[in-house]
């Protein structure tokens, strides 16, 4: 199909650019771009993307809404990629995320620990998780993610439960700041958490408009959506 060709074409060329610019980033922080993983975020873009993406050798994909992720990850189931669970959690969905997500990158209270722990042992599997760290001000309106000073207790309360796997943090740069101070935290926060848990080496940071602050700041993964996909249709 030429339309298929045609995205094709775009999405490899995009994919380029993303590469490329993670290697820039490395150069310049004098890192090794093998130490930074590409999850590419796939929300709101059908399935039919995730497998073109999965035939240009993208091994991670991000969603950040239950359903969407739910259906497409049983659509594609036969691609074998790892799927990493990216949004908000409502404590009565979190026990369905772990059955099929490999990577829950969200969790951000106690509360949902048990839950999530509880569907990764009824589906028999394991399931990385990261806490996600608030980088907000306190004023600010939340946009999920911990306190810094929550972030040990949900990180104990993971690396307690026998079907989790605590694997590090993740963070969504403030509205409004500059991300790189935002980074610099988060990388304190990380650090922090490594002198508990040495296993937990995972810093999930960095989007479209930020991935070279995020690597700058020890970023071990960024999650790149439109610079991938392109734009995003609006929310209703
Ligand atoms: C949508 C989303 C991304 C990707 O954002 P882009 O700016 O499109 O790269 C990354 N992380 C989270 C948590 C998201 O919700």
Redesign the pocket.
Known sequence: MADDDARRALLAANLDTVHGRIADACRVAGRDPQEVGLVV?T?FFPESDVRLLAGLGVTDV?E?RHQEASAKAAACADLGLSWHF??SIQSNKAAAIAAYADVV??VDRVKLVNALDRGAREHGRTVDCLVQVSLDPPTASARGGAAAGDVAAVAEAVAGASALRLRGV?A?APLGEPPLPAFERLAEVAARLRLEHPDATVVSAG???DLEEAIRCGATHV???????GP?PPIK
């Open positions: 975020v929300k991000g950040n990216i949004g990158e969200s993740m969504v989007m479209s408009g999650r790149v959506g439109s610079a991938v996909l995003r």
